[in-house]
């Protein structure tokens, strides 16, 4: 029904931006939820952000103010804005659609991952 691929990940270095990329086919994406997750090796998968389909935002405490969230329906494409990357932001990011949630559980529909990793 869904199916989504994540792009724009690489390496930068601490301070810089990167802007990912979350391309979605199904014609039922603009009714869900988009979510990005993001998991470092060792560690469980976490909230990074959501946008819902009416274009409510939030984001985690870690990334508010640094990253952003958008949608572009027409596209069917969601995008993550990450802006003054810290070491710590190193991951693999996850895109997904389903609920308007912070929880994983959430989500029907998961991308592959795109690696992102933040040098000192």
């Known amino acids: 029904q869904v199916q989504l691929v994540e792009s724009g990940g690489g390496l930068v270095q601490s301070g810089g931006s990167l802007r990912l990329s979350c391309a979605a086919s199904g014609r039922t994406f603009s009714r869900l939820s988009m979510g990005w997750f993001r998991q470092a090796p060792g560690k469980e998968r976490e909230f990074v952000a959501g946008i819902s389909w009416s274009f409510n935002t939030v984001f985690s405490d870690s990334v508010k103010g640094r990253f952003t969230i958008s949608r572009d329906n027409a596209q069917n494409t969601g995008y993550l804005q990450m802006n003054s990357l810290k070491p710590e932001d190193t991951a693999v990011y996850y895109c997904?659609?389903?609920?308007?949630?912070?929880?994983?559980?959430?989500?029907?529909?998961w991308g592959q991952g795109t690696q992102v990793t933040v040098s000192s």
């Open positions: 997904a659609a389903g609920a308007y949630r912070r929880d994983a559980a959430a989500y029907e529909y």
